[in-house]
């Protein structure tokens, strides 16, 4: 019987697990790019950031996740520190509702599910589907652990074997951090220990003590994973939660017996009461600290100062590891970096035109120097866009991954032909000390602008997959290419009207023109997938068809005519 008893708790717990897991994925998955606008509703106030905590705790199911994105959040500087504790206070709610006796709603959740993941029209609606199979596990699951389990009195080795492990409470509180940290939710431990108390395996006083724990545990993770050991000031958010919690536990502990003995006469059911005490601590702990969230926000930025800002700029800014969990975010992160890299290279552009106009050695080498964050930055996004995908992705997800890869790597390029080609041309002009002629330097000037104006409307392009502005970029290439024809037969005609200076410039004039088109070819790959989702499949192939260098995001290889 022993046996049969530990086997039905293993088997509800892991069933319960997968669940939990399959609902905060799929909520992650379909509303991932939402969770940021929640978050952002939270700046408001304290209380809209305590009310943002209950809301997407209920959402992820699960204070830890909350926790770590919060404090993500907070080390980028998008939270204040105070708003970042008010909304970890808030990081319980969902435990209450699953108390209650809904395992009949399983099967109906478990048919929903099915026919829409298999039948649903979007990625949307599938991870919907996802979500509903996960609740109606977590519910069979509660359903095992509460109901088909045998009672304590059935299995004596069993009960008498928990009840000697959890008869101290510092030891019960020990044990429930360590599973919810392992664990990573502390809403699966917790209703764990309802079905253990409900099924009396443990005394109240022990469910009691094993609930600090579980709110203990959930603090744990975030200071662990949340935080980035060279930037002390990470840890200030988790750090700051996990004292509130450590005060909290403090100040309840010694009057334990008197609180189960109040709570049971109030509430017999055993699990019943293990919920609304886990409601009722965190609610008393929000009531305590609301109010004390500044001086606290004050010790911890003493304790964990600042990094200097002599930030390197090889160093991704925005790559956060901890939101890899949601590809959503984790691929706006991406994004985000990859435009950070594209503004080193718009100005590695800018600075190397300026440095063949001028003859500035200096710039010629800061231009190179800066081609070697571009190359760091776009093996670190690479990288990451890789982890990511080697979860699950959906359609959506998928492409706007590659899209990322892609356009990072046309950046690279773009870079190692301003580094390679055009760097080495100014130091050519520099070395042999020869000047454009005047209508060429201002010929060279103008083609050079409508290629910077053309890379600031593909960083448009690449963030908001406009289609009217993917097809003016593409309209931009035949005008770019009789550009660069217009100003080549220009710098023929002064050849042979004998001028000096265009004599002496001729080959730097036309490298520079063919290297500043080639360029434009690589800012043109952002148009590809933004024209091919807009059914224009007829116009990508034929820029595709025109353009022997670019990289296509759905091959990644170069072309070759």
Partial sequence: MATIVILDLMGGVALLLWGLHMVQSGISRAFGSDLRWILSKALRNRLSAFAA????????????????????FAAEGALPLATGLAIMLGTTLIVQLLSFNMAAIAPVLFVFGLAAFRFGGNARFKNAGRIAIGLGLMLLALHILMVT???????????????????????????????????????ATVLLIMSLAYSHFITPAAALALVLGANLGSA??????????????????????????????VLVVPFLPALTAWLQSMQPNAGMMTAQFHIAFNVALALIFIGLLDPLAWLLNKMFPARPASESPYAPRYLDESALETPNLALADAARETLRMGDFVENMLRNVM????????????SVSRTDNVVDHLNEAIKLYVTKLTRESLDERDGKRAMEIISFAINLEHIG??????????????????????????TELEAFHKRIVDSLRLGFSVFMSGDAADARKLIAQKAEIRSAELAAAERHFERLREGLSQSIETTSLHLDILRDLKRIHSHICSVAYPVLEAAGETEAAAQVEESDPITLSPAGLNPKSR
């Fill in 220 to 249: 744990i993770n975030p200071v662990i994973e949340g935080t980035r050991r060279e930037d002390p000031a990470s840890y200030r958010l988790p750090v700051g939660n996990l004292i509130n919690r450590m005060v909290g536990i």
């Fill in 354 to 365: 300026l440095a063949l106009m001028t003859g500035n050695r200096t710039l010629v080498a």
């Fill in 53 to 72: 905590g209950l809301g997407l705790t209920s959402l992820l199911q699960s204070s830890t996740a909350t926790g770590l994105m919060t404090a993500s």
């Fill in 149 to 187: 389990s045998a009672p304590a009195e059935d299995a004596p080795i069993v009960r008498n074997l928990l009840q000697s492990i959890t008869a101290d409470p510092v030891m019960c509180i020990v044990i429930a951090a360590a599973v919810t940290w392992a664990a990573h939710s502390s809403v």
């Fill in 416 to 441: 190692d032909i301003i580094d390679k080609n055009l760097c080495e041309l100014a130091t050519k002009k520099i070395k042999r000390r020869i000047e454009f002629s005047p209508d060429g330097a």
